[in-house]
Every structure is written in structure tokens, then in C-alpha cells.
């Protein structure tokens, strides 16, 4: 909460609290009020009765005025009175206000020495009664009392004045006792009427504070790790480049970025990953200074801020503790993960002066550590940004190429050994570049992963071979390459299912080829989706098998129909000599045994060719039996193929320059 909310919070609450406590309080007033009035007319009206009764009653007036001895009846009616309690005292005056008999506790007596009242020769004079409510002030009174002054009247002229004082002690307490709990209901009432929206107006101001505190630190915090996210940092950074004139120092900005998160989450779910971030967050902010920041710019990337650094070799020693600090492993349920970094780092003022500026910077330093195999750090160079340029050109081609469906598809030849006959075509995406050139796919694929338009790619693709491979003849087959990232986005199965029904494509003539990558991940998701399409009658095939860590175990936890053997053992004929052709035989009869197809790629010369005929593969592929070929060439190559079976014999004269040259002139 900010300072001016809780001032103004402060005194709302404040405000409430007088306004309650006068509603209170003018609810006690108006009560007490009422009922003293109420108190004071009741004790006035029993007053005013006794006197009138008494003045009824008594018929000798006169003679008691005068001051003779009441009759018995009337001391009769005296002493029946006494016996009431509640009149204590009766009082006759005579016309001109002097007392002449009393009766109270102490019996009752004439007046041997007269006393004079006021009131009643008012009373006499006036013929009206005087009646009034008083608290006594001596000693022998009652608490609370009322006295009531009746002039008797005779044939129309006043003789005597009748005062009877009644005892509303007893008749207060009632009344204040009744009082007090019905001033209390009442004020509980009010105070629940009242308190129960306000404690309700109190809870939602809370609770909206609350709130509103929460939304301003996800504004400016990364929710899972607690540290400053992008906006926050760079404001945070635009404040300390704009004071280093005045500290007379740099500040450098480490780009972090977690090598092979994804296969942490993969792993260990997405459990495993947050708890690899937090914990990444912890130790980054433990070894930087207290001056220093640390943010969370999203998914698996950091920036840390190092503040007053003098030269490069500090900045180097900082990124170092950076680094050791994410390397070392980390417990996570009875599991270790194991993780390195990659660094870019970008210095002030030398790499630039403005936030988006350094970040960049940066960004570009990292990505040259990643490219230069990861687990290392890079500081940013000037010539990056032509990288950099060069990178958001291929980016606008690719984005462009996606929207106006400007991909071409070549197709290279396939050739079963055993019949040296064509039997199909592997189709390879190209991008055509605004000179005219060729695109290949390992310059363009990564990108085009990397801002998520490959699954869109390989749709394309997709419908496109099965579209020209329906005009072939029905013995020929297509082959297209998905990517691993095609299976993350959407169901790959539901897609080759409408382009094969779009191009009337038989599911046996299509293969599609997959890489470890892609069962190193080993989700279920992925072995369902392979299994579907193998349920589809569609080919799945091994590629690039012999590279990276070419587990034996792919090849009985999964039926391929078919594994590609790396063009890599090709070319070790010539420089192992033997030993590559030895294991090239190995793989094939280990192909024959699980009953899979294989297939040796990379093929590029003569010599290659008859070394590769002695292996005994079912298939062979490579620049010495076809290059990849636009679609307007393959019905040449089919007419060929079928004047001349044998013709992939090609003489030895076709040496690795030639091939080298036709490479080079494919774009591959």
C-alpha cells in the first residue's frame, strides 16, 4: 500500500469511528432524555393523584385550616394513608400558605409553629395545581420525589391547600434498570446496524488493498521466483545508466539463459522445471552483491545487473560465479538435476547507453555462446549486429514465405540395390532467398522453430509431397522429415491423415522420417502418436542413424519400417578405411534381423558406390545417384529410369570435387 492510500485509508477509518461513536452517543442522550420526561410526568401524575384523593377524602378542611383537631374519620384516613409507604409525607396549609397538620413517617400532628410555602399560597391565590419532581438535596428525603400542592375549594372560594409528597425512588431505579437494558438493545442494534457494513466496508477495503498491493508487485516481480521481471528491470537499469557520470564507474548485463531446460521439463514435468527456476533464482541472487540485480525475463532466461565494475576481468570473474552457481546440482525427488548456462554479456558504456540497447546486446552475446556449443560465456562484440540483421532478414523471408506459400520442394532419388531400380523420392523443403538463390534447411529450420511457424511449415509440407506424389507411379514412395517440435504444437497424425486424403495418397507410400531428438524425450504423447500413424499403414523411419547417441534401444522400443544410416560412415570409408564398411555391415544385418529396411545416404562417388554395394543395404541415396531436383524434373528421371534400370552404375570418374561442385550448385 502506498503512503497517501494508508493516510487516506487512516482517516476514512477514523471518520467511521466518530460518526459511530456519535450515533452511539446521541442514541444514549435522546434515550436518558426520554426517559427522564417520562420519569418526571409519571411521578407528577401519582403526586397530583394522591393530593386530589386526599382532598376527596377529607371533609373537615375548614376546621383543620383553622387549626382545630381533625375529625377521627379523617385521622382514620390519615392513618390508612401512612400505611401505603408510598406517601411519605401529607401537608394542609391554610388559604395563605401557612402549614397546619402534617402526616408522615413520624405520625400525625398539628402544627403548634406555622411554616410558610410559597408554592402553596400560589396554589390557594390561583385555584390551579402545582405539581413537581425533585432529587433531594437533604437528609431525610427520599432519592427522588414528587410533591403535588391541590387547593381545596369550598362553595367557590379556596380554604385550604393539600400537599402530598410521593416516594418515586423505588419507581426511578425500575425505570432507569428498564432503561439501560432497552438503551442497550438499542445501541447494540444501532451499533450492528452500523458496524456490521462497516467491519463489511473494512474487509473489502482490506482485502482490496490486499489485492491492489498484489497486482503492483505481479506488475513489477516474476510470480514463481519473486525477482524483478522485464519492465521493472529496465526501468531499474534506465535509473543506474543515467547516475554513472556521477559514479565514474560501468555496470555490466549478463544475459543467462539455462542450456537444455526443455529437457528438464520433459523429464521431470513441469514440477521438476519451476523448482529448478526457483531454486536458479536463489542462487543467482545469493552470489550477487547487495547493489547488484537480479530479473526473470521469462521461461528459463535471467538477466543479472552488475553495478560499479571497473574492467573486463571483473565482469569475467562475476559471470563465472554466475555460472558455477547454476551448474551445481540440484535435489529434486530423490532425483539430481544437472544443469549448465550460457552467457552474454553485454558492458556499460561501451555497448551502449540504453536499456533495450545493452538487453540486446546481450541477447546477441548469448546467442553466439549458444552457438558456440553452450556452458560458456561471450562477451558482445560490434560485429554481432550484422549477425543480428542478417537474423531478423531470414526471419521476414521465412514469415513472409509462410504467409504467401513461397517454400519449394525438391526431391532426390531413392534406389533399391538389389534391382538397381528407382523406388521413390525424399522430399527436402528449400527457401528461395529475394536474389534468386536457395535457402537450405539447416540455415532456415532453426529459425523458423524458434518463432513457433515449423508446425505450419511441415503442414505445407506435408500436402504438398502427398500431393505430387499421388502423380507418380503407385510403386513410388515420398519421404519428408518432421521435426521435433511438430510434435509438441498439434496432433502430427491428424495432419498426415487430411493430406492424405486431400492428395488420395495410399498411407504405405509415405514415410516419415524422425530423428533421436525426438525419443529422447520419451513422452507418452510422442509414442502415441507414433504408434497412430504406424496404425495408419504410414512408414515411420530412423534417421541420420549412427549420430548423437544412436541408442540400440530405439530400435526395439519402437518398430521403425526403415533406418537411414548417417552419410557420416560414407564418408570413413576412405578415412577408416575398413572399419566404417564393418560397421555399416553390422548395422544392415542388424536392420535384417528386426526385419527394418535400410537405407545409406550420402552417397557421393564411385568408389563410395562399390563399397556400399559390398555392405548390401536395401536402399541407397546421394549426390552419385541424384541430386535433389525441382518437381519439373522428376519426370525425366522416371522416363530414365524406365529406359535404363541400371543406369545409377555411373563410371568412377565422378570423384568427390564433381559432387562437391553439384552440392554447391543444389544449395545443400
Same mark, same amino acid.
Given at each position: 500500500?502506498?503512503?497517501?492510500?494508508?493516510?487516506?485509508?487512516?482517516?476514512?477509518?477514523?471518520?467511521?469511528?466518530?460518526?459511530?461513536?456519535?450515533?452511539?452517543?446521541? *442514541?444514549?442522550?435522546? $434515550?436518558?432524555?426520554? %426517559?427522564?420526561?417520562?420519569?418526571?410526568?409519571?411521578?407528577?401524575?401519582?403526586?397530583?393523584?394522591?393530593?386530589?384523593?386526599?382532598?376527596?377524602?377529607?371533609?373537615?378542611?375548614? !376546621?383543620?385550616?383553622?387549626? !382545630?383537631?381533625?375529625?377521627?374519620?379523617?385521622?382514620?384516613?390519615?392513618?390508612?394513608?401512612?400505611? =401505603?409507604?408510598?406517601?411519605?409525607?401529607?401537608?394542609?396549609?391554610?388559604?395563605?400558605?401557612?402549614?397546619?397538620?402534617?402526616?408522615?413517617?413520624?405520625?400525625?400532628?398539628?402544627?403548634?409553629?406555622?411554616?410558610?410555602?410559597?408554592?402553596?399560597?400560589?396554589?390557594?391565590?390561583?385555584?390551579?395545581?402545582? %405539581?413537581?419532581?425533585?432529587?433531594?438535596?437533604?437528609?431525610?428525603?427520599?432519592?427522588?420525589?414528587?410533591?403535588?400542592?391541590?387547593?381545596?375549594?369550598?362553595?367557590?372560594?379556596?380554604?385550604?391547600?393539600?400537599?402530598?409528597?410521593?416516594?418515586?425512588?423505588?419507581?426511578?431505579?425500575?425505570?432507569?434498570?428498564? #432503561?439501560?437494558?432497552?438503551?442497550?438493545?438499542?445501541?447494540?442494534?444501532?451499533?450492528?446496524?452500523?458496524?456490521?457494513?462497516?467491519?463489511?466496508?473494512?474487509?473489502?477495503?482490506?482485502?482490496?488493498?490486499?489485492?491492489?498491493?498484489? $497486482?503492483?508487485?505481479?506488475?513489477?516481480?516474476?510470480?514463481?521466483?519473486?525477482?524483478?521481471?522485464?519492465?521493472?528491470?529496465?526501468? +531499474?537499469?534506465?535509473?543506474?545508466?543515467?547516475?554513472?557520470?556521477?559514479?565514474?564507474?560501468?555496470?555490466?548485463?549478463?544475459?543467462?539463459?539455462?542450456?537444455?531446460?526443455?529437457?528438464?521439463?520433459?523429464?521431470?514435468?513441469?514440477?521438476?522445471?519451476?523448482?529448478?527456476?526457483?531454486?536458479?533464482?536463489?542462487?543467482?541472487?545469493?552470489?550477487?552483491? &547487495?547493489?547488484?540485480?537480479?530479473?526473470?525475463?521469462?521461461?528459463?532466461? #535471467?538477466?543479472?545487473?552488475?553495478?560499479?565494475?571497473?574492467?573486463?576481468?571483473?565482469?569475467?570473474?562475476?559471470?563465472?560465479?554466475?555460472?558455477?552457481?547454476?551448474?551445481?546440482?540440484?535435489? #529434486?525427488?530423490?532425483?539430481?538435476?544437472?544443469?549448465?548456462?550460457?552467457?552474454?554479456?553485454?558492458?556499460?558504456?561501451?555497448?551502449?547507453?540504453?536499456?533495450?540497447?545493452?538487453?540486446?546486446?546481450?541477447?546477441?552475446?548469448?546467442?553466439?555462446? +549458444?552457438?558456440?556449443?553452450?556452458?560458456?560465456?561471450? &562477451?558482445?562484440?560490434?560485429?554481432?549486429?550484422?549477425?543480428?540483421?542478417?537474423?531478423?532478414?531470414?526471419?521476414?523471408?521465412?514469415?513472409?514465405?509462410?504467409?504467401?506459400?513461397?517454400?519449394?520442394?525438391?526431391?532426390?532419388?531413392?534406389?533399391?540395390?538389389?534391382?538397381?531400380?528407382?523406388?521413390?523420392?525424399?522430399?527436402?523443403?528449400?527457401?528461395?532467398?529475394?536474389?534468386? *538463390?536457395?535457402?537450405?534447411?539447416?540455415?532456415?529450420?532453426?529459425?523458423?522453430?524458434?518463432?513457433?511457424?515449423?508446425?505450419?511449415?511441415?503442414?505445407?509440407?506435408?500436402?504438398?509431397?502427398?500431393?505430387?506424389?499421388?502423380?507418380?507411379?503407385?510403386?513410388?514412395?515420398?519421404?519428408?522429415?518432421?521435426?521435433?517440435?511438430?510434435?509438441?504444437?498439434?496432433?502430427?497424425?491428424?495432419?498426415?491423415?487430411?493430406?492424405? !486424403?486431400?492428395?488420395?495418397? =495410399?498411407?504405405?507410400?509415405?514415410?516419415? !522420417?524422425?530423428?533421436?531428438?525426438?525419443?529422447?524425450?520419451?513422452?507418452? *504423447?510422442?509414442?502415441?502418436?507414433?504408434?497412430?500413424?504406424?496404425?495408419?499403414?504410414?512408414? $515411420?523411419?530412423?534417421?541420420?542413424?549412427?549420430?548423437?547417441?544412436?541408442?540400440?534401444?530405439?530400435?526395439?522400443?519402437?518398430?521403425?519400417?526403415?533406418?537411414?544410416?548417417?552419410?557420416?560412415?560414407?564418408?570413413?570409408?576412405?578415412?577408416?578405411?575398413?572399419?566404417?564398411?564393418?560397421?555399416?555391415?553390422?548395422?544392415?544385418?542388424?536392420?535384417?534381423?528386426?526385419?527394418?529396411?535400410?537405407?545409406?545416404?550420402?552417397?557421393?562417388?564411385?568408389?563410395?558406390?562399390?563399397?556400399?554395394?559390398?555392405?548390401?543395404?536395401?536402399?541407397?541415396?546421394?549426390? &552419385?545417384?541424384?541430386?535433389?531436383?525441382?518437381?519439373?524434373?522428376?519426370?525425366?528421371?522416371?522416363?530414365?529410369? #524406365?529406359?535404363?534400370?541400371?543406369?545409377?552404375?555411373?563410371?568412377?570418374?565422378?570423384?568427390?570435387?564433381?559432387?562437391?561442385?553439384?552440392?554447391?550448385?543444389?544449395?545443400?
Amino acid at each position: 500500500m502506498s503512503f497517501l492510500s494508508e493516510i487516506s485509508f487512516r482517516r476514512g477509518l477514523g471518520l467511521l469511528l466518530v460518526v459511530l461513536s456519535l450515533l452511539l452517543g446521541g *442514541t444514549w442522550l435522546t $434515550i436518558s432524555l426520554t %426517559i427522564d420526561h417520562l420519569l418526571n410526568q409519571s411521578a407528577m401524575a401519582t403526586a397530583r393523584d394522591w393530593a386530589t384523593f386526599l382532598a376527596a377524602n377529607v371533609t373537615d378542611f375548614d !376546621e383543620i385550616a383553622a387549626g !382545630e383537631q381533625p375529625s377521627a374519620a379523617s385521622l382514620a384516613f390519615f392513618q390508612a394513608t401512612r400505611q =401505603a409507604g408510598q406517601v411519605f409525607r401529607y401537608v394542609i396549609f391554610n388559604s395563605e400558605g401557612y402549614s397546619q397538620l402534617v402526616s408522615d413517617r413520624n405520625g400525625i400532628s398539628l402544627v403548634n409553629l406555622s411554616s410558610f410555602s410559597a408554592t402553596a399560597a400560589r396554589a390557594a391565590v390561583t385555584g390551579l395545581p402545582i %405539581i413537581d419532581a425533585r432529587t433531594a438535596t437533604a437528609g431525610g428525603l427520599p432519592a427522588y420525589y414528587a410533591e403535588a400542592y391541590i387547593p381545596v375549594v369550598v362553595k367557590g372560594k379556596p380554604v385550604a391547600t393539600v400537599a402530598a409528597f410521593v416516594d418515586q425512588s423505588k419507581q426511578r431505579n425500575e425505570f432507569y434498570r428498564n #432503561f439501560v437494558m432497552a438503551a442497550a438493545v438499542l445501541c447494540l442494534l444501532t451499533a450492528l446496524s452500523f458496524g456490521v457494513p462497516a467491519i463489511a466496508w473494512y474487509r473489502r477495503t482490506r482485502e482490496k488493498q490486499r489485492a491492489d498491493r498484489r $497486482i503492483r508487485y505481479l506488475a513489477q516481480h516474476d510470480a514463481l521466483t519473486g525477482l524483478i521481471n522485464r519492465a521493472s528491470m529496465l526501468e +531499474k537499469l534506465e535509473r543506474a545508466l543515467a547516475t554513472l557520470p556521477l559514479r565514474g564507474s560501468g555496470l555490466a548485463v549478463h544475459f543467462i539463459d539455462i542450456d537444455r531446460f526443455k529437457e528438464v521439463n520433459d523429464t521431470l514435468g513441469h514440477d521438476g522445471g519451476d523448482f529448478l527456476l526457483k531454486t536458479v533464482a536463489e542462487r543467482l541472487v545469493a552470489v550477487s552483491r &547487495f547493489d547488484d540485480l537480479v530479473a526473470r525475463l521469462g521461461g528459463d532466461e #535471467f538477466v543479472a545487473i552488475q553495478r560499479d565494475v571497473r574492467d573486463k576481468p571483473e565482469v569475467e570473474a562475476f559471470a563465472s560465479r554466475l555460472a558455477a552457481a547454476v551448474s551445481t546440482p540440484v535435489r #529434486f525427488k530423490e532425483q539430481e538435476i544437472v544443469t549448465t548456462c550460457s552467457i552474454g554479456i553485454a558492458m556499460a558504456p561501451s555497448d551502449g547507453t540504453e536499456p533495450e540497447r545493452l538487453l540486446k546486446s546481450a541477447d546477441l552475446a548469448l546467442y553466439r555462446a +549458444k552457438s558456440d556449443g553452450r556452458n560458456c560465456n561471450r &562477451f558482445f562484440v560490434p560485429e554481432m549486429d550484422a549477425t543480428l540483421l542478417e537474423r531478423l532478414k531470414l526471419e521476414r523471408i521465412v514469415r513472409e514465405a509462410v504467409k504467401n506459400d513461397r517454400f519449394e520442394l525438391h526431391y532426390q532419388p531413392v534406389f533399391e540395390v538389389a534391382n538397381h531400380r528407382l523406388i521413390g523420392f525424399e522430399a527436402l523443403i528449400r527457401l528461395p532467398a529475394p536474389d534468386g *538463390t536457395l535457402i537450405p534447411p539447416m540455415t532456415f529450420i532453426p529459425v523458423a522453430e524458434e518463432i513457433r511457424l515449423i508446425d505450419k511449415i511441415g503442414a505445407w509440407v506435408l500436402r504438398e509431397a502427398c500431393r505430387i506424389a499421388a502423380t507418380w507411379p503407385e510403386h513410388l514412395t515420398v519421404a519428408v522429415n518432421l521435426s521435433p517440435t511438430q510434435f509438441e504444437s498439434w496432433s502430427i497424425s491428424q495432419v498426415v491423415a487430411e493430406a492424405l !486424403e486431400q492428395a488420395g495418397l =495410399a498411407p504405405h507410400r509415405l514415410e516419415l !522420417e524422425i530423428t533421436e531428438t525426438l525419443l529422447l524425450r520419451n513422452s507418452e *504423447t510422442v509414442v502415441d502418436e507414433l504408434n497412430r500413424l504406424r496404425a495408419m499403414g504410414v512408414a $515411420i523411419v530412423m534417421d541420420d542413424f549412427g549420430t548423437g547417441y544412436s541408442s540400440l534401444s530405439y530400435l526395439w522400443r519402437f518398430p521403425f519400417s526403415k533406418i537411414k544410416i548417417d552419410r557420416s560412415f560414407v564418408q570413413g570409408f576412405s578415412d577408416a578405411g575398413r572399419n566404417a564398411e564393418t560397421v555399416v555391415k553390422t548395422i544392415v544385418a542388424l536392420g535384417r534381423e528386426l526385419h527394418m529396411q535400410v537405407t545409406v545416404e550420402g552417397v557421393e562417388t564411385a568408389s563410395q558406390a562399390r563399397a556400399i554395394e559390398r555392405t548390401d543395404p536395401d536402399q541407397v541415396q546421394g549426390f &552419385f545417384f541424384g541430386r535433389p531436383m525441382p518437381q519439373s524434373e522428376i519426370a525425366a528421371v522416371l522416363l530414365k529410369d #524406365f529406359q535404363d534400370p541400371a543406369r545409377w552404375r555411373r563410371p568412377a570418374g565422378a570423384d568427390r570435387s564433381e559432387v562437391g561442385t553439384a552440392k554447391r550448385a543444389a544449395g545443400t
